[in-house]
């Protein structure tokens, strides 16, 4: 079993689409391992996204990313981390494929209503950033 980090991010809260989004989840047979609402601090957000911290819109990623509370999800699944980038869709929702989460709801390329880990290792270490091991149930 492979996990992977969602993060249902602040624009997916704002337009109501969180119930959609775990209802996707059970849908596409993960099974939520943890979940938990936040709100990101900065530090929290530099540190989440540090790898891009040289990109021109570093600023504003984390600017977005504290602007309001966000869900964080633990998920669980053979091949999660694969998976679930298949469910969310491209970086640019106007590139995702037809269905997926960031097709249907993105706003524009930096509010793309969902996060998802980028390899089993990340995956691991994302969700040990926000979770502690008791709050990490398996589902059997
Ligand atoms: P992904 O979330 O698909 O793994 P990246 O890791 O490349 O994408 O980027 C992390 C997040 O930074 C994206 O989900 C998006 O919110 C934001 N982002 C990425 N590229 C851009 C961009 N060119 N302009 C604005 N925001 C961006
Ligand atoms: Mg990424």
Request: charged share 30%; hydrophobic share 35%; aromatic share 6%.
């Amino acid at each position: 079993m492979e996990r992977t980090l969602c993060i249902i991010k602040p624009d997916g809260l704002q337009n109501d689409h969180a119930g959609e989004i775990i209802n996707r989840i059970e849908r596409e047979d993960f099974r939520i391992i943890g979940m938990k609402k936040s709100r990101l601090s900065r530090h929290a957000a530099e540190h989440f996204y540090a790898v891009h911290k040289e990109r021109v819109f570093f600023n504003d990623l984390v600017n977005y990313m504290t602007s309001g509370p966000v869900i964080l999800i633990a998920l669980e699944r053979e091949n999660a981390v694969s998976h679930w980038r298949t469910v969310i869709g491209a970086t640019d929702p106007a590139e995702a494929d037809a269905g997926t989460i960031r097709k249907l709801h993105g706003v524009n390329k930096e509010k793309n209503t969902v996060h998802g880990s980028d390899s089993p290792e990340n995956g691991m270490i994302e969700i040990s950033v926000f979770f502690s091991e008791q709050e990490l149930i398996e589902q059997r």
